[in-house]
């Protein structure tokens, strides 16, 4: 099956990909600690349930012929963001969020990135990124989610509005 | 008078803290111990019984990691010191910068907010202390603006940079980012060659003394210069025949940033120059052995307070995690921090400077 996904997040999943394709897709769009639960039905369209993470209103149309379970643990979690983009690797400085401490540099291969999210790749990007353990139908398995944050891009009211709260904090500044 | 210069080993940052008579006291750039998560220069004021209500200025000679992290700690701890930075003549051009930066805050893993991937969000809360204050309003630097002066000690403390034509550029560039910034949510990233940074001269007692902050050579347009270039173009503050003996090289002495007619005509050749070194990427740091030799090569003395932080295994962690980094392939290096710290005093009846050198801050030749 092909895992495809609109702007909205809504995917299509089609039955020519594997369903290793549909796991990394999916645990792209999950975070720490998430666990998603889809649940099958030939005939109706079904959503993924995430207890925690990021990924919210994501439908996905049919079809799955048997119910699936995927559930990722992150044992390591870092923040970083690009430092470096060239055509072989993409390095990024990551802070870690479980023990802070001393940063480290990651050389990402560009296979490391989900599709959809390669063209967020540039300097300054960041990347979300977490080693753990995904369960899948009682199968463990080892496993990397590399995810670049993705926000929406302002519309016209958020520039104004930037604008407004500029003007307040000149005069809180007493700057003219 | 004494400079003392912090780094740290793998571009966390540095730090120059200046005191003089009375206890007086300036603290340009800060720099944290990722470890423990403490301002460098606020520690050093604190552990040498530094009186805070006499730190008289503050300077962020502009607004990357390696200088401006923890700054907003020194100014809450300073009442009294006026903030400095370099800034877009409209004020407003840059504050609306800082605010976008801030707008872009929005993910939060493990109740952790990201603050870390903002550029600005030290520059922020010192403008909240700032006007919770209301005192005094914060500063913009510029070449040949005075910074401070002490007319009965012959002190006098000059913004060398940036120049008119840098800040016209910055104000394009601040656009550019917000445009940016708010298209694809990014962290502001670097962008040379840095020729906004503020770079300080310092006169005292007929001592001369440049802080070179990250000031690279710049450009030279039918509009003017930039950087090193516009310094060495003139500046009134710059008096015939001033030769500087002390000289915090510039950007971690970058070859970008090592302007020949600067070191002919404005450096002494007993000059002591202090470096610290910066971390850019894996396999990309500052200062490089021809670096190092081309500063020495032009100093009496040459002091960095490490070498720059070595990059080759992960950080040390339980077994567990690291196997499974290991078998997901990851490939980590870890930035290793080392603290180092350059203390040069005057002594007024030598008229030499003295140093002292502390954690893995070395000197050579």
């Known amino acids: 099956m092909i895992v495809t996904t609109d702007k909205e997040g809504v995917a299509d999943i089609h039955q020519d990909a594997t369903d290793d394709r549909i796991l990394r897709w999916v645990s792209s769009k999950v975070t720490n600690e998430a666990v998603v639960q889809s649940t099958s039905s030939p005939t109706e369209p079904f959503s993924l349930e995430v207890e925690e993470g990021l990924m919210k209103n994501l439908f996905i149309k049919p079809v799955l012929e048997k119910e699936s379970t995927v559930r990722f643990k992150a044992t390591q979690s870092w923040v970083g963001h690009i430092i470096r983009v060239d055509e072989d690797a993409i390095e990024v400085r990551f802070h870690d969020l479980n023990s802070g401490g001393t940063d480290e540099i990651a050389l990402l291969d560009w296979d490391d990135i989900n599709p959809d999210d390669k063209s967020l790749v540039r300097l300054g990007a960041v990347v979300y990124c977490s080693v753990g353990r995904m369960i899948r139908n009682g199968q463990v398995l080892n496993a990397q989610i590399t995810r670049l944050r993705r926000l929406a891009s302002w519309n016209l009211n958020d520039i104004d509005s930037l604008s407004d709260e500029a003007a307040a904090r000149m005069r809180s500044l007493g700057l003219k | ?365």
């Open chain 2, 1 to 365: 008078m004494e400079i003392v210069v912090i780094g740290t080993g793998g571009g966390y940052g540095e730090s120059i803290v200046l005191r003089w008579d009375d206890g007086k006291s300036a603290v340009i750039d800060s720099c944290i111990d990722p470890q423990r998560e403490s301002c460098l220069p606020l520690e050093y004021l604190r552990t040498t019984g530094a009186d805070l209500e006499k730190v008289q200025f503050i300077v962020a000679t502009h607004w990357h990691d390696d200088h401006i992290r923890g700054i907003s700690e020194v100014l809450y701890a300073c009442p009294n010191a006026i903030f400095w930075t370099t800034a877009a003549r409209d004020w407003s051009i840059f504050i609306r910068l800082m605010l976008a930066d801030g707008r872009n805050s929005g993910a939060v893993l493990k109740g952790k907010s990201d603050t870390s991937q903002r550029a600005l969000s030290e520059l922020e809360v010192c403008m909240e202390i700032i006007a919770s204050r209301g005192n005094h309003g914060p500063e913009r630097a510029q070449g040949d603006r005075l910074v401070y002066r002490e007319k009965d000690l012959n002190l006098e403390i000059f913004a060398l940079s940036p120049s008119e034509l840098a800040i016209s550029k910055y104000e394009q560039e601040i656009a550019i980012h917000i445009d940016e910034i708010g298209k694809f949510r990014t962290r502001i990233p670097r962008i040379g060659p840095n020729d906004k940074s503020v770079a300080l001269f310092v006169q005292y007692k007929g001592e001369c003394i440049i802080l070179g902050a990250d000031l690279e050579i710049g450009t030279t347009t039918a509009n003017g210069s930039t950087g090193w270039n516009d310094v060495m173009n003139g500046k009134q503050c710059l008096h015939p025949g001033l030769r500087a003996r002390v000289l915090k090289v510039a950007h971690h002495g970058s070859a970008g940033a090592q302007h020949l007619g600067f070191w002919s005509d404005l450096v002494a050749p007993e000059v002591m120059s202090l470096m610290t070194p910066w971390q850019k990427c894996a396999t990309n740091y500052v200062p490089d052995d021809i670096e190092l030799d081309f500063v020495a090569g032009r100093s009496a003395h040459t002091y960095i307070t490490s070498t720059h932080g070595s990059i080759g295994k992960p950080k040390p962690r339980d077994v567990e995690t690291k196997k499974l980094i290991s078998k997901v392939g990851l490939r980590l290096s870890e930035v290793k921090y080392r603290y180092g710290l350059i203390r040069i005093v005057y002594d007024e009846a030598n008229e030499n400077w003295n140093c002292e050198l502390r954690g893995s801050a070395f000197g050579f030749k």
